[in-house]
Structure formats: C-alpha cells, structure tokens
C-alpha cells in the first residue's frame, strides 16, 4: 500500500550526499582524475557545514 507513495516521495527528494559523490566519482575520465576526485571529497567538497 504504501510502496507507491515511498516511490514518489524518493523522487521528489533530492539526492543524498553519498549519491552525490559515487556520481561525482563515475564523472571521471581517467585515473588520475579519479584520484584527483577522491581527494577533493576528502576534503569535504560535498560535506561542507554552514
């Protein structure tokens, strides 16, 4: 009963903060871009607190 509406509700959601940087991550052209991508989410480029 309720599947439906859990459905709708994650798609109004934005994305999270994890599925954010996993498709961050999958942007990348090669490996040291990719290792260049790890460290900036290191640093908290997506983690920041206001």
Known sequence: MFGPVKK???????????ERELDYLNGSAD????????????R???RKTF
């Open 31 to 42: 490996r040291v871009d990719l290792e260049y991508r790890q460290r900036q989410i290191d």
């Open 8 to 18: 709708f509700a994650r798609a109004l959601r934005g994305p999270s903060i994890e």
């Open 44 to 46: 908290g480029m997506f």
